[in-house]
């Protein structure tokens, strides 16, 4: 059983689509966060949820509205992609504030 | 940028050997953690070192931490060519966020 998981794993769309990536966690965690990770491999937060709650927007463009419909979910919504939106999206979740945090797989986006 | 640095950037070394990366860090932590990234993969968690702590060790695993100059090294004892990947090294503060370092890249030579 995969504890989070990410759909799509990759995702090619032009310029100025609105897209969506949905995440599951299978592990009663309390905590999910959304990462972007560049072409540099720097990994940056970019939301944090807590039971639901939105706990951290980092300076994230407001055309990403991330949606918690419960504990488990956590899907990223893109409005008018841009080039400069191509990176490696990554899930993630934990039981609490600090612990250890479980990654989804990543998914590939890629805007032409 | 909060972001850690990692250093050296890429590391390549011959199995059975040993590797260390160090993590430096700018703000006061709660504790520091290590993440291994396969290519085209997820992170997977390693070891978590809390801010009381100097030492820790799990497997082929050692991590140290110093507050005090805001780094951390994580030692890869005899390596092996399934330990290539890279290495991040992130940090909690209790900001419901882990900052991550700039990574690693570790190359075991078979």
């Known amino acids: 059983d995969t504890a989070v998981s990410q759909t799509p794993k990759y995702l090619v769309t032009q310029m100025g689509n609105d897209k969506s990536i949905k995440c599951e966690q299978n592990l009663g965690h309390d905590t999910m966060y959304w990462y972007k990770q560049d072409s540099k491999k720097f990994l940056k937060i970019m939301f944090s949820y807590n039971n639901k709650e939105l706990i951290i927007n980092e300076t994230v463009p407001n055309r990403f509205s991330p949606k918690s419909p419960d504990k488990a979910h956590l899907n990223l919504h893109i409005n008018s992609l841009e080039l400069g939106d191509s990176a490696v999206y990554f899930c993630a979740s934990s039981p609490y504030e600090e612990s250890e945090a479980f990654f989804g797989q990543g998914t590939r986006l890629t805007v032409v | 940028s909060q972001q850690g640095e990692e250093d050296p950037q890429a590391l390549s070394i011959q199995e059975g050997e040993n590797a260390t990366m160090n993590c430096s860090y700018k703000?006061?932590?709660?504790?520091l953690q290590w993440y291994r990234q396969n290519s085209g993969r997820g992170l997977v968690h390693l070891i978590l070192i809390r801010s009381n702590e100097r030492e820790k060790h799990s497997g082929r695993l050692r991590v140290t931490l110093d507050t005090s100059k805001k780094s951390s090294s994580l030692l890869i004892t005899a390596s092996r060519a399934a330990d290539t990947a890279s290495y991040f090294c992130?940090?909690?503060?209790?900001?419901?966020?882990?900052?991550f370092g700039t990574g690693t890249r570790l190359k075991v030579l078979a």
């Open positions: 992130a940090t909690a503060s209790g900001t419901y966020k882990y900052i």
């Open positions: 703000t006061s932590i709660n504790n």
